[in-house]
């Protein structure tokens, strides 16, 4: 639970310097031809759903009924 949000930042600043890199190269900010991008898009967003479930429930141990 604490590494969700290490791994959001990581993803994202992942996900910025690559695109920043992807514009000289590709001459866009974002191909979305790429699976790898598109993926790493789809993982940021599983992390935010994550965060944001474990933000939601404020008895951790009625969670699991």
Not at 28 to 53: I, K
Request: aromatic share 16%.
């Amino acid at each position: 639970a604490a590494a969700a949000p290490i791994g959001a930042g990581f993803t994202f600043l992942a996900l910025a310097t690559g695109s920043i890199w992807g514009r000289p190269m590709w001459g866009t900010w974002w191909e979305w031809g790429d699976p790898r991008l598109t993926s790493e898009l789809v993982m940021l967003f599983l992390y935010f759903g994550y965060m944001a479930l474990r933000a939601a429930i404020d008895d951790t141990s009625k969670a699991d009924r």
